[in-house]
């Protein structure tokens, strides 16, 4: 694979950003292989278990494009850079190719990796992972991915919640990082299988637990707090490719 390839797992919309600051907009997804995380209950284990590797597709900046363009009919939108975790990837040649087409580019990743061209995305959600992940956080390495962003691109924190122990944690990241948006997401239980493209998914327990969110952070007054669903699983479910 040469430098400038790029290892995707799947490109696919326009379908709804169903996540956090820009939840209902219309975008694209080029969702990258491989992750340097393995966290309990993630829900994209066919874009980071190795197992799934075959079906990852090293592709030029300019294919990836080509894709987007066709998806797009050639109207700029968001596109949504996610995986796997897609700051393990030369990114950087795409986002300057299709800013020039128009595109405007948001990355999802948990913040263990910090790159330069941070700096040309339009958001950047860091997502560092909760307890109940099994996953810790490196502070340091979080704080360079804010730090490689830089004053324009847009950077918000996401945290999945699933019980109290998260809750404190999303109140410490917030509090490292009073002037970042907090967006808050109740954890699916119910993830799918790697090889499961339509698993079974509770909404009612994501419901039960959304309704505990909404309540912990009001009763504790963190009016600063977003609290959002995963608006494509409510739509979806565990659908895969939407
Ligand atoms: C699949 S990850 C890919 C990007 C990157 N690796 C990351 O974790 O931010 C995209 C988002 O989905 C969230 N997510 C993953 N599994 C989830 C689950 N079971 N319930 C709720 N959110 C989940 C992650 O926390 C992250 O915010
Ligand atoms: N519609 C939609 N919104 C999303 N927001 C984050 C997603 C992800 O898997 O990274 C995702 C996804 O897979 N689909
Ligand atoms: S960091 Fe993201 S993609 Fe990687 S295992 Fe965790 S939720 Fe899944
Ligand atoms: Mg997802």
């Not at 499961?196 to 009763?219: H, K, N």
Request: glycine fraction near 8%; proline fraction near 7%; charged fraction near 20%.
């Amino acid at each position: 694979m040469s430098i400038e390839q790029i290892r995707v797992s799947e490109i696919f919309g326009p379908t709804i950003q169903g996540e956090g600051a820009l939840i209902g907009q219309p975008t694209v997804f080029v969702r990258t292989g491989g992750c340097d995380y393995r966290c309990s209950w993630c829900d994209t284990l066919h874009a980071v278990d190795s197992a799934h590797r075959d079906e990852w597709c090293p592709m030029t900046p300019e294919a990836i494009l080509m894709q987007v363009e066709i998806l797009s009919g050639g109207n700029p939108l968001t596109v949504s850079l996610s995986g796997g975790n897609p700051a393990i990837q030369p990114l950087g040649g795409l986002i300057e190719l299709g800013r020039k087409e128009g595109y405007r580019f948001a990355l999802e990743t948990q913040g263990s990796l910090a790159k330069d061209w941070f700096a040309d995305l339009d958001v950047l959600t860091l997502s560092p992972k909760p307890p109940s992940s099994g996953m810790t956080t490196d502070w340091q390495r979080l704080a360079e991915c804010v730090e490689a962003a830089g004053p324009e691109t847009q950077t918000v924190l996401k945290v999945v919640v699933f019980d109290e122990a998260d809750y404190a944690f999303a109140r410490d990241v917030s509090d490292r990082y009073p002037h970042l948006s907090c967006f808050l997401q109740p954890g699916n239980h119910t993830p799918p299988a790697a090889a499961d493209t339509d698993a079974t998914i509770d909404m009612a327990g994501i419901m039960e637990r959304m309704r505990w969110l909404v309540d912990r952070v009001t009763s504790d007054k963190w009016y600063a707090a977003t609290v959002l669903p995963q608006l494509h699983t409510m739509i979806w479910g565990n659908l895969r490719g939407v």
